[in-house]
Nanobody, 119 residues
Framework: QVQLVESGGGLVQAGGSLRLSCAAS????????MNWYRQAPGKQRELVAG???????NYADSVKGRFTISRDNAKNTVYLQMNSLKPEDTAVYYC?????????????WGQGTQVTVSS
């Protein structure tokens, strides 16, 4: 059973920072692409940032220059450093682990952590 456990969410004022962590139980963590998604009330879930096994990264336009995704393969953990937070960053943030196998996809999700940015 694969588990992804997020932590680090909370309430912060606009302009502040938070660092989210996602600890994975995947024994072969290193070959997964790790992603952070978010879902605000009444909106669809959207990809915020991703990091591949070779550490290539991609970001949503709305967070470029403010958020940084990183991974520590020794700790099976992925991070999302969020700076210059805005009220529109308020959402539940989900960790996702993904890889495409020879015959199927492997796609796992955490339970989510709430981030609330006050104006």
């Amino acid at each position: 059973q694969v588990q992804l456990v997020e932590s680090g969410g909370g309430l912060v004022q606009a302009g502040g920072s938070l660092r989210l962590s996602c600890a994975a139980s995947i024994s072969i963590f290193t070959i997964y692409t790790m992603n952070w998604y978010r879902q605000a009330p009444g909106k669809q879930r959207e990809l915020v940032a991703g990091i591949t096994k070779s550490r290539s990264t991609n970001y949503a336009d709305s967070v470029k220059g403010r958020f940084t995704i990183s991974r520590d393969n020794a700790k099976n953990t992925v991070y999302l450093q969020m700076n210059s937070l805005k009220p529109e960053d308020t959402a539940v943030y989900y960790c996702n682990a993904y890889r495409l196998g020879p015959s199927r996809e492997f796609d796992y999700w955490g339970q989510g952590t709430q981030v609330t940015v006050s104006s």
